[in-house]
Nanobody
């Protein structure tokens, strides 16, 4: 009933930039915190950054000053601007959202995930 669709990944040289987008669609009543996770080769999935519905943000230390998360509540979309990319940023990036749906006069909240988009930083 809810889908998160990511776009914007690709191959970029070290020092370059990419912008990821993630659009939520479906039977959405409201969206709470939205976040980006990533999973590098041979690594566990880690939280990169998150943003609440009132715009409060958090970042993992390794991306502070280089990445910026933002959201457009009217479009149910979250963005990740990635600058000064490093080879260690290479990973599959996943969008996550806390979504409340309305069904039969009740509300249900669940976490939803996108399918992932590959970001490769290499010369």
């Amino acid at each position: 009933q809810v889908q998160l669709v990511e776009s914007g990944g690709g191959l970029v040289q070290p020092g370059g930039s990419l912008r990821l987008s993630c659009a939520a669609s479906g039977n959405i009543f409201s969206i709470g915190t939205m976040a980006w996770f990533r999973q590098g080769p041979g690594k566990e999935r880690e939280l990169v950054t998150s943003i609440t519905n009132d715009g409060s943000t958090k970042y993992t230390e390794s991306v502070k000053g280089r990445f910026a998360i933002s959201r457009d509540n009217a479009k149910n979309t979250v963005y990740l601007q990635m600058n000064s990319l490093k080879t260690e940023d290479t990973a599959v990036y996943y969008c996550n959202a806390e979504v409340t749906i309305a069904m039969a006069s009740r509300h249900y909240r669940n976490d939803y995930w996108g399918q992932g988009t590959q970001v490769t930083v290499s010369s």
